[in-house]
């Protein structure tokens, strides 16, 4: 019994890092309808729609790579890990952004803000601050 659960368990995991693989625009998998499927999400949807960022850009222009494989790479493990989170967790399981999410973020940051930053540079370097760590109201609203 033990095995069939595992081996059904690893095919719907598979299958869903497949699908976050794939990074196809018309699955719509950078958009808030998808990324706030997950009942873990309804804060961070909430306050999304509810941000100046919602008319202008995405989910996956904030917090996946730029670039295909390691973009496709990245938001099929990030998801995978969180479905096993959501599945497998005894206590309710909170999506938090680890070091590498946060230094993506702070790099899409400095790609969609970089001409208004000219002067400044990247604010993270030699131990300084995120932009999120003061603008974390922007997005998201906490």
Do not use: W
């Amino acid at each position: 019994m033990k095995k069939k659960i595992g081996m059904v368990l690893g095919i719907l995991v598979v299958g869903f890092g497949l699908i976050l693989l794939t990074k196809l625009p018309i699955l719509g998998l950078d958009e808030p309808e998808f990324c706030g499927g997950c009942h873990v999400m309804d804060g961070q949807l909430e306050t999304y729609m509810h941000s100046a960022h919602r008319d202008v850009t995405n989910c996956g222009n904030c917090h996946i790579p730029h670039s295909l494989v390691p973009g496709a790479t990245y938001k099929a493990y990030t998801g995978t890990k969180d479905l096993i989170g959501v599945v497998f967790d005894k206590d309710p399981y909170h999506i938090q952004a680890s070091p590498m999410a946060k230094d993506i973020i702070q790099e899409n940051c400095l790609r969609c803000h970089g001409d208004f930053l000219g002067d400044i540079g990247d604010t993270s370097e030699d131990g300084g601050k995120y932009c999120f760590d003061c603008h974390r109201s922007t997005p998201h609203m906490k």
